[in-house]
């Protein structure tokens, strides 16, 4: 029982700067990692960073150095700043948590996405 709503896509020139959030609602779940995945058409859902509870981050490869995560516990809010794009970040990006009841196994949620697009 928890939902995550994306914003913060948009239309970019390559080079430029985008910031993601993500909204999580919940209802009695404790919310564990929270990050980021990307989809491009035609490709699976990658990696793109993740945060835990604790603030330890993640990052794909393609994205260190240029993208960094960050979250309000307090909000239940997930952020990532994108700089530097590249018409490859190209993608829809999802939002993404695992959280659970006390004493019961963590399951993953996912937001409905927002579109990231960079001219080339």
């Known amino acids: 029982q928890v939902q995550l709503v994306e914003s913060g896509g948009d239309l970019v020139q390559a080079g430029g700067s985008l910031r993601l959030s993500c909204v999580a609602t919940?209802?009695?779940?404790?919310?564990?990692?929270m990050g980021w995945y990307r989809q491009a058409p035609g490709n699976g859902r990658d990696l793109v960073a993740t945060?835990?509870?604790?603030?330890?981050?993640n990052y794909a490869d393609s994205v260190k150095g240029r993208f960094t995560i960050s979250r309000d516990n307090a909000k239940d809010t997930v952020y990532l700043q994108m700089n530097s794009l590249k018409p490859e970040d190209t993608a829809v990006y999802y939002c993404?948590?695992?959280?659970?009841?006390?004493?019961?196994?963590?399951?993953?949620?996912w937001g409905q996405g927002t579109q990231v697009t960079v001219s080339s």
């Open positions: 993404y948590a695992t959280a659970g009841l006390v004493n019961l196994r963590l399951r993953d949620f």
């Open positions: 919940r209802s009695m779940f404790s919310i564990n990692v």
């Open positions: 945060i835990t509870s604790g603030g330890s981050t």
